[in-house]
């Protein structure tokens, strides 16, 4: 069993900036980031495969948002930029087990971490 846990989140000014991070305990295959505000399901914000070569990306934060890895240190990273309002949310890092899936639906992930609180005020 992997355990997940992320990083970074706060409270940031809209036009503002924040880094999540996200740890794994050991190795994972394709990893994502996913969002939940209150109210609302949780949803898709960016995933990356194994490799880094495949990166997805919603609507919503396509050209504000980058994610990256790093294999060597178990972790993956999710730069946010341009925050808004609406961003605010629960952020939660997945993690798939094994190869394959695909990275913007939630079901094809095995682990999850605890989620971290990011808030964007106006």
């Known amino acids: 069993q992997v355990q997940l846990a992320e990083s970074g989140g706060g409270l940031v000014q809209a036009g503002g900036s924040l880094r999540l991070s996200c740890v794994a305990s050991g190795r994972t295959f394709s990893m994502g980031w996913f969002r939940q505000a209150p109210g609302k399901e949780r949803e898709f914000v960016s995933g990356?495969?194994?490799?880094?070569?495949?990166?997805e990306y919603a609507d919503s934060v396509r050209g504000r948002f980058t994610i990256s890895r790093d294999n060597a240190k178990n972790t993956m990273y999710l730069q946010m930029n341009s925050l808004k309002p609406e961003d605010t949310a629960v952020y939660y890092c997945?993690?798939?087990?094994?190869?394959?899936?695909?990275?913007?639906?939630?079901?094809?992930?095995?682990?999850w971490g605890q989620g971290t609180q990011v808030t964007v005020s106006s």
């Open positions: 990356i495969s194994w490799t880094g070569g495949l990166r």
């Open positions: 997945a993690a798939r087990s094994g190869p394959g899936g695909r990275l913007g639906v939630r079901l094809h992930y095995d682990y």
